[in-house]
């Protein structure tokens, strides 16, 4: 007899482009930091869809919010106006940056393209181009993202790339001085790079960037995709710096789950779009905006941004605790609810075994392991992560001091 999890990737192996490396499990349904698969077995999810789940799994508000929207209306065209995509522009623009302005998309790649699309226009008429960027950043997969982003592993095979993008390094702002050339339209940047590893900026770093473009006159541009709506404890990582940019992207938990990407411009670029400049057929939908208004309601009410900032410190003294016991963990880094552990060895087979044991993480940059959980983490799923963790530690070291004194014998 086959079982649930064979049928299914089988199904997957048949039909479905294997661009993807998946775990082999199949999951049937969640609830708050838990998710169970088609075995019955049950996880503690502290991956949360890759920061998307902020309020983690089937979250009662989000739910009736979906539930009443879809009653009524799931999709409205651009053509015409809705309610939700202008209460939910100014809730956003109101978080970031009075008179700011908002697009919206549906996923972090095209918030990223939208931002490369503005930058290009604004620099139009000065007759700049240029799109400098950080090595080790991750901005999506699109031709022009995959392009920004400082990876030749992402770009590998998909030349020749688009022209206009220029790398600087990280937290080094004498590089990024030395990329600019009078092309240069815009700065853009991750305030934590997630995928390169988990590596916050330095405070230094954003400020002299805001301070070096204003000088230049050159756009600076955030992608918060990933470390935005209240994944580090503010609303956006620029907001633990003091730094504003001229315009940023969000996606990923920007509706709760559901597919949404967003532009939110400063007043500065907030009219550079003009009607026939850009526009996407589900931008913006009013299913999509209820979502994100009940997304930003109950992280409000519930306190969400103050869990973030205290669960996140609670697991990473814990983290930090395991370090200081286990040799291969190396450093925990990160900020608020986006963590990283760096080890000095693949962190692969650590995500294996933590998922063995019911605990889903992350390896990131070969060598990091991840964690994103949702914001209503609770202190005892904290704990309790921390002590599959320590469990799997404590073999995986055990094994290592075993095979080290089995070399030494021979
Ligand atoms: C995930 C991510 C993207 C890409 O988002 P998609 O929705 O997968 O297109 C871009 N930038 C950052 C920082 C991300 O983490």
Request: some cysteine; overall charge negative.
């Given at each position: 007899m086959t079982s649930k999890t064979e049928k299914v990737t089988a199904l997957f192996e048949q039909h479905v482009i294997p661009c993807y490396a998946r775990k082999p499990i199949v999951l049937t349904r969640g609830k708050g930091t838990k998710v169970w698969d088609a075995d019955g077995k049950v996880y503690l999810d502290f991956i949360a869809g890759i920061a998307v789940l902020n309020l983690g799994h089937s979250h009662p508000r989000l739910l009736q919010a979906i539930n009443e929207q879809a009653g009524q209306l799931i999709h409205v065209s651009n053509l015409y106006y809705h309610e939700n995509q202008g209460l939910l522009a100014e809730a956003l623009a109101g978080l970031a940056f009075p008179g700011g302005k908002c697009f919206f998309c549906n996923s972090g790649a095209e918030a990223n393209e939208t931002l490369i699309k503005l930058a290009r226009l604004w620099g139009h008429e000065r007759k700049r181009y240029e799109v400098i960027t950080m090595r080790n950043s991750?901005?999506?997969?699109?031709?022009?993202?995959?392009?920004?982003?400082g990876q030749s592993k992402v770009q590998?095979?998909?030349?020749?790339?688009?022209?206009?993008?220029?790398?600087?390094d990280f937290n080094n702002l004498d590089s990024v001085k030395s990329a600019?050339?009078?092309?240069?339209?815009?700065?853009?940047?991750?305030?934590?790079?997630?995928e390169g590893g988990v590596?916050?900026?330095?405070?230094?770093?954003?400020?002299?960037?805001?301070?070096?473009?204003?000088?230049?006159?050159?756009l600076l541009l955030f992608d918060e995709v990933q470390c935005g709506m209240g994944r580090t404890g503010e609303w956006f990582a620029f907001q633990n710096y003091g730094v504003l940019p001229d315009a940023f992207s969000l996606a990923k938990a920007l509706a709760g789950g559901l597919p949404m990407g967003?532009?939110?411009?400063?007043?500065?670029t907030a009219d550079v779009l003009q009607a026939g400049k850009h526009a996407s057929t589900f931008g913006g939908g009013p299913l999509a905006c209820a979502a994100s208004l009940a997304?930003?309601?109950v992280i409000q009410?519930?306190?969400?941004?103050?869990?973030?900032?205290?669960?996140?410190?609670?697991f990473r003294n814990g983290l930090q605790k395991l370090a200081d016991k286990y040799e291969h963990l190396k450093e925990v880094r990160g900020a608020g609810l986006m963590i990283g552990v760096v080890l000095d060895?693949?962190?692969?087979?650590?995500?294996?075994?933590?998922?063995?044991?019911?605990?889903?993480?992350?390896?990131?940059?070969?060598?990091v392991l991840r964690f994103l959980p949702p914001l209503n983490v609770k202190p005892a799923e904290i704990e309790e992560a921390l002590d599959m963790i320590d469990d799997v530690c404590a073999e995986w070291h055990g094994k290592a001091a075993d095979v080290a004194e089995m070399q030494k014998a021979e």
């Open positions: 991750f901005h999506g997969r699109t031709l022009a993202t995959l392009t920004a982003t590998k095979g998909f030349e020749p790339l688009p022209a206009g993008f220029v790398y600087a600019i050339t009078d092309k240069t339209a815009a700065v853009l940047v991750e305030p934590v790079q997630g590596i916050p900026a330095d405070k230094d770093f954003l400020q002299g960037l805001r301070a070096l473009c204003d000088e230049k006159d050159i967003a532009v939110i411009a400063a007043p500065k997304t930003i309601k009410e519930e306190g969400l941004l103050q869990n973030a900032k205290d669960m996140g410190e609670k060895k693949p962190a692969k087979e650590l995500e294996a075994k933590l998922m063995e044991i019911g605990l889903l993480a992350l390896a990131t940059a070969e060598k």
